[in-house]
């Protein structure tokens, strides 16, 4: 007779390997994750960075645009003086042709 009538040990030894097969799995799942999920957390990242990037080139944009628009409310600024300088010229020159005008007729 067998020592061991019910197999005992080599269900045991069958449950052993079940047990060790299964936590293989699990071991080599979790080392699949754990990879993935930092595989998506450096894309994610380089994916923010590539766009802080390109806020920096539309960030620098805007400021060249803005010097731009700084520059030509200054010139603006500059016609509306030279155009006040015509205006009072032309009313000088208005008074000095009356005032000639006024002053040949009165030596006639």
């Known amino acids: ?4 009538p019910l ?9 052993d390997y079940l047990m060790y097969k299964i936590s293989d799995r699990i071991s080599t799942l979790s ?3 754990h990879a993935a999920v930092l595989s998506k957390a450096n894309a994610v ?3 923010y960075l590539a766009e802080q ?3 920096e080139t539309v960030l620098a944009e ?7 628009c700084r520059e030509l409310e200054g010139l603006f600024a ?3 003086q030279l155009y006040t300088f015509v205006d009072e010229f032309n009313d000088r020159l208005t008074v000095l042709e009356a005032g000639f005008g006024t002053a040949t007729n009165n030596n006639r």
Not at 1 to 4: G, V
Not at 7 to 15: I, T
Not at 62 to 68: A, L
């Open 1 to 4: 007779m067998s020592n061991d």
């Open 62 to 68: 805007i400021e060249t645009c803005h010097k731009d």
């Open 7 to 15: 197999q005992l040990k080599g269900l045991a030894v069958n449950f």
């Open 45 to 47: 990242e380089n994916d």
């Open 78 to 80: 500059k016609l509306d």
């Open 53 to 55: 990037l390109q806020i």
């Open 31 to 33: 080392d699949q994750t």
